[in-house]
């Protein structure tokens, strides 16, 4: 998981937040889960690993926002600005990006070490059998 000050949403991203914020309240929303998360991003406050995974979902589901992006003032521009538009897809692409290479390189690690064991156990059983 990336460290605390990594997930902080960069300066642009909050600027971003803070516009969709203000255009979803002066449409008249109140109190959807992007609000909320909005909210988060804005607040200059490292963001949960959860918040963190909200902010994926959205972005990889994309199909129902993405038809009406263009159309500024609907829902889901408001909610697509709200958590940071083009932005904080990017940013949160890039935190998923590390944390899966970092995942791969952990594996690579495991399995390196588990040839090792084995190889090593190997050599052991066959001196003891060796001796008798």
């Known amino acids: 998981m990336p460290k605390p000050h990594d997930l902080i949403p960069p ?3 909050r600027v971003v937040a803070q516009r969709g914020l203000n255009l979803y309240e ?34 990889d589901r994309g199909a129902s926002w993405r038809k009406n992006i263009r159309q500024r003032g609907s829902s889901d521009y408001c909610k697509w600005l709200m958590l940071g538009g083009m932005l904080g897809m990017g940013w949160v692409q890039k935190l998923k990006r590390g944390e899966s290479a970092k ?30």
């Open 11 to 13: 300066a642009t991203v």
């Open 26 to 59: 002066k449409s008249g929303g109140a109190g959807c889960e992007e609000q909320q998360l909005a909210k988060a991003i804005v607040s200059e406050e490292a963001l949960t690993p959860q918040q963190v995974d909200s902010l994926s979902e959205f972005f």
């Open 103 to 132: 995942k791969g390189r952990l594996q690579k690690v495991v399995r390196s070490h588990k040839k090792d064991v084995r190889k090593r156990f190997s050599d052991i059983v066959s001196r003891v059998s060796s001796r008798s």
